[in-house]
T-cell receptor, first 111, second 111 residues
């Protein structure tokens, strides 16, 4: 059973609008959360992370929100750009240094 | 420029063969990971290692083993390749609480 879940396989948004990607986790031992972006034929690249002691982390157009009580995190991209079109993976890590991933969400930003 | 290098981009092996996938990182990272990526399933953790000679099972270790004799090198071994091990294999490395760096991936086909 997957410990990290991304229930939306795909998302399509218009350029300039907000993209919101969601992720849920089941293991309460996870205390560090990450988002990765993946283009075809390439390995994933790290985007942004958040520790469980925070509820928000911002980096330019990317903001990650963490709701520990709901075991839910989200990635907001504002404004969305066509170059953001990729597969986004949510990941979670615990104190044993593991790193589990969700199934990914394919984001398409339309010009 | 930081690098995680996987020995092959594409590999074709026969059922029953012993297969070695090699991964080398040049960032002096403690943690190294092996994942397989399959459509709709995201990245599934096979094994990870947090130190030399240390290894931990991930979610799908059956049919695989690993070796980490040196800090920079983490090998994935398919003891007897089967067709259901046809997949994209991704290696990653990270330091504690830092986003991981991924290799380009090895697309393995078992015939």
């Amino acid at each position: 059973d997957q410990q990290v879940k991304q229930n939306s396989p795909s998302l399509s948004v218009q350029e300039g609008r907000i993209s919101i990607l969601n992720c849920d986790y089941t293991n309460s031992m996870f205390d560090y959360f990450l988002w990765y972006k993946k283009y075809p034929a390439e390995g994933p690249t790290f985007l942004i992370s958040i520790s469980s002691i925070k509820d928000k982390n911002e980096d330019g157009r990317f903001t990650v929100f963490l709701n520990k009580s709901a075991k839910h995190l989200s990635l907001h991209i504002v404004p969305s750009q066509p170059g953001d079109s990729a597969v986004y993976f949510c990941a979670a890590s615990g104190r044993n240094n593991d790193m589990r991933f969700g199934a990914g969400t394919r984001l398409t930003v339309k010009p | 420029d930081v690098k995680v290098t996987q020995s092959s981009r594409y590999l074709v092996k026969r059922t029953g063969e012993k297969v070695f996938l090699e991964c080398v990182q040049d960032m002096d990272h403690e943690n190294m990971f092996w994942y397989r990526q399959d459509p709709g399933l995201g990245l599934r953790l096979i094994y990870f290692s947090y130190d030399v000679k240390m290894k931990e099972k991930g979610d799908i270790p059956e049919g695989y083993s690993v070796s980490r004799e040196k800090k920079e090198r983490f090998s994935l071994i398919l003891e007897s390749a089967s067709t259901n091990q046809t997949s994209m294999y991704l290696c990653a490395s990270s330091s504690y609480r830092v986003g991981a760096f991924f290799g380009q991936g090895t697309r393995l086909t078992v015939v």
